[in-house]
């Protein structure tokens, strides 16, 4: 059974609708609580249930979890509406596209960060996508024209191995814990779990892979590259990678990619791909997510039983 329904959802994949005797359920977006380990709060994120979840009681479901970038953090309450921004679930909740997993959207704390990064003191909720009874709502172009002024390489690499500072690593307990509560209750595919995120979550997404290599059975980090010094853990599990940047990134430079690359070709690990996006930015996700060949690709990995 969980075969049947994982066909007749991956049929209907971005916008071909599978024909079925019954209706499916329809997808639901939940919000779940939890208390964080990192400051013993009530705290919330986003289950997303995708279509024919509740038609069949019985099926396994694959599962992506998804970080964030920095500008959507806050505190897991009023502000957990900010990861519908960008990502998977804006692809499936808002655009409405058939998402053939079950998604797990955590926020990060804030930490302090709204008190010295403008871009989220100022952020306008204007700007946060919200589902429409009927269609969908007009998508935030990716900028290819603007001016692109190519400045200095910077070396050595300006991160330590966790990332960004106070990113997804402070809160990694939380993030497991999250993962095995939606593989336990809620028929999460312990084999076919996925882990992606986007700049501070790309990061983060390199992070968690080393750190809980046995975990997830594919990563795809956008617009974050990994430190060198967490790939052993990597490579020994042989972890599938497709990693994603822009060309014209220029708070996420393109050459920071390559030392982890070449740290995991150097201990044997070649499942990996690194794809440039040309003429766009850091805003690469726009183009990233929305790509059905990604999630194609996801469910393609699988850890051995």
């Known amino acids: 059974m969980k075969y049947l329904v994982a066909f007749f959802v991956l049929t209907s994949f971005w916008g071909c609708q599978a024909q079925t005797e019954n209706k499916l359920s329809p997808p639901e977006l939940k919000r779940v609580s939890y208390v964080s380990q990192l400051d013993q709060k009530e705290r919330d994120y986003f289950l997303y249930l995708p279509e024919g979840y509740h038609s069949y009681p019985d099926s396994i479901w694959p599962v992506v979890m998804h970080l964030h970038g920095n500008g959507e953090r806050g505190n897991g309450k009023s502000d957990l509406k900010w990861t519908l921004k960008h990502g998977p679930l804006m692809e499936a909740w808002i655009q409405k596209k058939n998402f053939p997993f079950i998604l797990i959207v955590p926020q990060l704390h804030m930490m302090g960060m709204d008190t010295i990064k403008a871009y989220i003191a100022k952020r306008d909720t204007n700007t946060i996508p919200m589902r429409l009874e009927n269609g969908s709502p007009e998508r935030i172009p990716v900028d290819t024209n603007f001016r692109y002024t190519k400045g200095p390489k910077t070396t050595p690499l300006p991160y330590p191995k966790e990332g960004n500072i106070r990113g997804w690593y402070k809160v990694q307990e939380d993030l497991i814990t999250i993962v095995n509560d939606v593989q336990k ?98 805003d690469v996700w726009k183009v990233v997510y929305q790509n059905p060949e990604i999630y194609t690709w996801l469910l393609n990995q699988k850890l051995d039983d």
């Open 185 to 282: 209750k809620h028929r999460g595919s312990i084999n076919q779990t996925y882990l992606t995120g986007l700049s501070y979550g790309g990061f983060g997404t390199w992070y968690m892979a080393s750190t809980y290599p046995n975990k997830f059975a594919a990563i795809l980090p956008v617009c974050g590259w990994g430190h060198p010094e967490l790939m052993e853990s990597i490579k020994k599990q042989e972890l599938p990678i497709w990693c994603f940047a822009g060309e014209r990134d220029m708070i996420i430079q393109t050459q920071h990619f390559y030392p982890g690359f070449k740290r995991l070709k150097d201990l044997g690990h070649n499942n990996y791909s690194f794809t440039i996006v040309p003429k766009v930015g850091h």
